[in-house]
């Protein structure tokens, strides 16, 4: 059974930087892209960026582009969001999320056994 716990959130200035983790267990990540997508109260959830099973693609939603980088070391069994120039738009809870059973990134969004518990990320001045 997959297992999936983020860490790195927490509290950051604006212009501030924060790197996200995402650990895996109970099944290798090696087959599928991993997505980061993100909640904040009273908005829609949106994906964020995903990075496809080998490491060679990436993608990223327009509000992150330029300052969020994703990245994986499927021998590590993690992914990564390297998260830079914060904003506080960017505040929300961020949820690692396997895109089983494709090896690419797309717009399908997995049922919940393949998220992780999420972790909060607030930006304030």
């Known amino acids: 059974q997959l297992q999936l716990v983020e860490s790195g959130g927490g509290a950051v200035h604006p212009g501030g930087s924060l790197r996200l983790s995402c650990e895996a267990s109970?099944?290798?990540?090696?087959?599928?892209?991993i997505g980061w997508f993100r909640q904040a109260p009273g908005k829609e959830r949106e994906g964020v960026s995903c990075?496809?099973?080998?490491?060679?693609?990436?993608t990223y939603s327009d509000s992150v582009k330029g300052r969020f980088t994703i990245s994986r070391d499927n021998a590590k069994k993690k992914v990564y969001l390297q998260m830079d120039s914060l904003t506080l738009e960017d505040t929300a809870v961020y949820y690692c999320?396997?895109?089983?059973?494709?090896?690419?990134?797309?717009?399908?969004?997995?049922?919940?056994?393949?998220w992780g518990q999420g972790t909060q990320v607030t930006v304030s001045s």
């Open positions: 999320v396997a895109q089983v059973p494709y090896y690419y990134c797309s717009d399908y969004v997995p049922p919940t056994n393949y």
């Open positions: 990075i496809g099973s080998s490491g060679g693609t990436t």
């Open positions: 109970g099944l290798s990540l090696d087959y599928y892209a």
